[in-house]
């Protein structure tokens, strides 16, 4: 509204001409002001340029945890390679050991 008041404060000698350009001013700001919103080609080039470098990052970002869990994948599987590995002898010696009981329990029968 700031120019329609300048226009009719400029042409207030002629009180209807005043009105009548104020208005047309009045109108053309306010089919003006949605078109200020409105991005340039230079705005959106450089949008889309930060969110290029957005992405870049957030890929190497993945990529990096991408590598924490295969660390964490590897080493999962060696720590249950070791417990399988540990439960295989403490069967095997334990098989051993109700043989060796069995045994005996026959020759203390006989």
């Known amino acids: 509204m700031g120019l329609a008041v300048k226009v009719y404060e400029a042409f207030k000698d002629d009180e209807k001409k005043a009105k009548v350009l104020s208005e047309v001013v009045d109108e053309l700001e306010s089919r003006i002001s949605p ?10 080039e450089l949008a889309k340029l930060a969110l290029q ?10 990529e990096q945890v991408r590598g924490e869990i295969e660390k964490v994948r590897l080493t999962l599987q060696k720590e249950i390679e070791q ?12 098989l051993l050991v109700q043989t060796g009981v069995i045994i005996s329990v026959i020759t203390l029968i006989k």
């Open 35 to 44: 078109l200020r919103d409105v991005a340039t080609r230079g705005e959106l």
């Open 53 to 62: 470098k957005e992405i870049e990052q957030v890929r190497g970002e993945i």
């Open 83 to 94: 417990v399988r590995a540990s439960i295989i002898k403490w069967v095997t010696g334990l």
